[in-house]
């Protein structure tokens, strides 16, 4: 298990022990009410993101910093060929019309040309203005008309239509490149007799107080607001997480450190990543999908040494493996293999944390076992290199988490919004503690507020929301950013999050119930798709459920049924409706009884992005979801 012999190292090395330092402030009572690390990087004076690029390729030229996928494999781009394509790029930005401050949308799946032309814009003295590929033409119309955006580089010819569709009715509408069509290379040929000493002009005016980003939220309580995010805001969440992180992967691994990155780059933890991998030299390449089934074949070959992914992704992981030895008659060993993975983890790491004696000979000879069965099959499955990785976007099941440390993969988890820049939060890598989302990532500060509600504070926090002054007068106060989380802080100072203010039911008999907890637990058990806890104003907690698609198909295969049974009659039956009771159950043992859910209807279809239930970023509709299935919510409460 080289992760163990990683975590060995690391903890000898004292200096790297103590970057993470927190600070804590208690209240009368003695409750942790704040905690607040102190920055690993001092706040830039000059320059900004922009120059990233030209200084890789002045200090090391050679060094390979991005991989680019083409169809005979992955090819390697050093920091002088990147800087060089940047420049051309942002000259054919120029040329195209691109005035200092001008804004460039951007709608496409992650890939190459995203990272370049983001590079490009900036140093063009433009900018980025990300857009969901997956956007509809409702939501491109608004990001396009109030973020001013004059041009928008699109994918494909699908999000070119979706794009004229949106804007048609504007007095201007956007000027409109493809990728696909060879829209950079279009750039190249129309900026090659521009100097380059033009771009340089336009990036050395650039400082770390220049907005270089406008990222728009996903939306699920009403229009999207545009985040204003400057250089420095991309450099303290960057750079601190790359000093944070980036130590240990280098100073106490045998391999060099490496990523695939498959996250929408329109989504910031995205981006904010590629800024770290960039600034330490760490290999990225990119890929345009989170599904599984067309994720794992892409790992397998690029074979990555952490990733970093959402719950979703390593929900699926765990669940296509079961599934796996479910159809070789290898289930309920994989159930044991699961229990005795999360005893080792969590043995392993309180002793890793001077909190327990660690695993006994007993539990290290089944651990091994297994570590041949099935945990060796899992590492496969992610590359056969990964070591680490860090989800976020929501809480991580801690059983699944300690069944991943158990297989060698050790995940970090994060939380942090638009508004942070990503990650204001991140397990330390040598004081993991699963079921938290970490401590205050370095140079930020996490308080509590007397409801309950998470607020942050740092160099992290955005600057405003465009166009929108009463919006962030709402949630910004002496620096101080309302998140709309809630959430408690431990005697270390770490934060777990327990719900969403706005979604906190409050059942007919007075008791407040946090959904975000019961959800992401049935999530993480097969067959449970998605799922919408409901309750505000009613007697009892009740669950809406879909099914996941492939646990579905398998549980079919598996008990020999026709693959297009309909979910009326799945809905019906017992053996079906066992399952997802346990996965209930599963989920009522984080709460009381009166929080737990009583009842459940398995829903037909699913919450996706195209049906308008779910956002880009996987988050639940819950509007949406509850005006869709307000009869099936109803007839919970009758039966």
């Known amino acids: 298990m080289g992760v163990r012999k990683d975590l060995k190292r690391a903890k000898q090395r004292t200096d790297l022990a103590a970057r993470t330092r927190v600070e804590l402030v208690r209240d009368a009572s003695g409750t942790v009410r704040e905690a607040r690390t102190a920055p690993l990087v001092e706040p830039p004076t000059t320059g900004s993101t922009a120059d990233l690029p030209f200084t ?4 090391a030229p050679d060094a390979v910093v991005l991989r680019r996928r083409r169809a005979d494999g992955w090819h390697p781009v050093t920091a002088a060929a990147f800087a060089a394509e940047v420049t051309a790029t942002a000259k054919g930005l120029i040329a195209h019309g691109l005035e200092p401050g001008g804004r460039v949308a951007v709608m496409s799946r992650t890939r190459y040309e995203w990272t370049l032309l983001d590079f490009a814009v900036w140093a063009a003295g433009g900018q980025t203005v990300p857009v969901y590929a997956t956007s509809s033409a409702d939501q491109v119309d608004w990001i396009v008309r109030d973020s001013g955006a004059g041009l928008v580089v699109v994918e494909n010819a699908e999000n070119a239509a979706t794009v004229r569709t949106g804007t048609a009715h504007h007095p201007l509408p956007p000027r409109i490149l493809e990728l696909d069509a060879d829209a950079v290379t279009e750039l190249t040929a129309l900026g090659r007799d521009l100097p380059d000493e033009e771009v340089t002009k336009r990036r050395e005016a650039l ?3 220049t907005t270089a980003t406008l990222c728009y939220t996903s939306g699920t309580t009403g229009r999207p607001k545009g985040c204003v995010l400057t250089h420095a805001n991309l450099h303290a969440e960057a750079g601190n997480l790359l000093e944070l992180l980036y130590p240990i992967f280098k100073e106490v691994t045998d391999e060099t450190a490496s990523t695939l990155l498959f996250l929408p780059l329109a989504h910031i933890m995205g981006r904010t990543l590629q800024i770290a991998c960039l600034t330490g030299r760490i290999e990225v390449g990119h890929f345009p999908s989170v599904k599984p089934d067309e994720l794992r074949p892409a790992l397998k070959e690029f074979r990555p040494t952490f990733l970093v992914g959402v719950p979703y ?18 289930g309920a060993s994989f159930d044991r293999a699961e229990r005795v993975g999360v005893r080792f983890a969590e043995a392993y790491l309180e002793k890793f944390v001077g909190r327990g004696k660690g695993p006994g000979p007993g539990l290290y000879a089944a651990w091994a076992l297994y570590d041949l069965l099935v945990y060796r099959r899992v590492r496969n499955e992610l590359g056969g290199r990964m070591r680490y990785a860090i989800s976020g976007g929501s809480p991580l099941d801690r059983t699944l988490n300690l069944f991943f440390a158990a297989a060698g993969i050790i995940v970090y988890e994060g939380y942090g919004l638009t508004e942070t820049t990503a990650a204001a939060t991140l397990v330390p890598p040598l004081e993991p503690r699963p079921g938290t989302v970490g401590r205050p990532v370095p140079g930020t500060a996490v308080r ?11 160099r992290v926090v955005f600057h405003s929301y465009w166009n929108n002054p009463a919006a962030t007068a709402e949630v ?3 620096g101080w950013f309302a998140t709309g989380d809630l959430g408690a802080l431990d005697e270390d100072g770490y934060l777990t999050i327990t719900g969403r203010k706005k979604d906190l039911l409050i059942t007919s008999g007075g008791k407040n119930v ?6 992401d637990r049935l999530r993480s058990r097969a067959p449970v798709g998605q799922c919408l806890v409901v309750g505000d104003k009613r007697p009892f907690v009740a669950a809406l459920i879909t ?11 598996v008990r020999g049924l026709p693959a297009d049974t309909p979910l009326s009659e799945l809905a019906r039956d017992p053996r079906m409706r066992a399952d997802v009771q346990r996965a209930v159950d599963y989920a009522n043992e984080a709460v009381s009884r009166a929080e737990s859910i009583r009842a459940f209807a398995l829903v037909d279809g699913e919450f996706s992005e ?30």
Request: hydrophobic share 40%; proline share 5%; net charge negative.
């Open 56 to 59: 890789n390729a002045a200090e």
């Open 207 to 209: 400082t770390p107080d």
């Open 313 to 330: 992704l390593f929900e699926r992981i765990h669940d296509t493996g079961r599934a796996t030895a479910e159809k070789i008659g290898r």
């Open 448 to 458: 509590i507020a007397d409801d309950g509600e998470v607020l942050i504070k740092g």
């Open 476 to 478: 910004l106060t002496d």
């Open 514 to 519: 946090s959904p975000a907890v019961l959800e």
């Open 547 to 557: 099914l996941e698609p492939d646990a579905v198909a398998h549980w079919l295969s």
């Open 610 to 639: 195209a049906n308008g239930l779910l956002t880009p970023s996987l988050k639940v509709k819950r509007h949406a979801v509850t005006a869709r299935y307000a009869r099936e919510i109803e007839d919970l409460y009758r039966a």
